[in-house]
């Protein structure tokens, strides 16, 4: 197992996000972010005294804040050991991706009539472009994620972009792991393009149905590659 650094991944950069009153739940959602971003990894232990430090608030707040993420399956306690982020079983992958056809399909046939606001989704596709183009893959994995999360936010619905939010965190603990993030990111920088183009003409019909190809089609990729890393017992120390 690793344990995070005194720097606890640049958590000290947000420290301004916290505002003038340290809240556990503030805490969980600079956490929740680092942990979809790809700071923290599958495996990692978090210390409390790094990261209360970097972020400035107390243990107590912050032991909340790993109350509500372990709520959330994002987190373990382990007894006398620690927290640690989670390692997903491939269930839990296969599940995620249930979850993700229901919500973003159904939010894409709710859109009602055009024109449709995708300037989020413009920029998601535009920085996962940049990104490749710079060979940095683990930028095209978090644009990647920022576009299905502007996806959602077309439902204008508060509950679903929290509930999203949750969902792609726990989907950035299997993206982590995989071996070759080119093969598995790059071909739905196309397919996100698709898809906003798509929408930027008013066709949610036709946006809907790229999108459960791509999801159906990523599901099964990742499945195998994680199912294949899971059996290795491949996790780093």
Known sequence: MRTTEPEAGGLADDRPLLGRTSTAERVADILRTRIAEGYFPP???LSEESIGKALGVSRNTLREAFRLLTHEQLLVHELNRGVFVRV???????????????????VVRGLGAPPFAVAGLDKAVTDGERAAGNRD????STANIHFHRELVALAASPRTDELMRSVLAELRLAFHVVADPRRL????????????????AGDSAAAEQLLA?????????????YARHIAAGSWGS
């Open 43 to 45: 495996g990692e232990r």
């Open 88 to 106: 997903l079983a491939v269930e839990d992958v296969e599940d995620i991706y249930r979850i993700r056809r229901l919500v973003e399909c159904a």
């Open 137 to 140: 893959w683990k930028g095209v």
């Open 185 to 200: 990111h790059e071909p739905y920088l196309v397919r996100n393009r698709e898809i906003l183009e798509c929408l930027r």
């Open 213 to 225: 190809g791509y999801l159906d089609d990523s599901r099964t990729q990742l499945v195998e590659v």
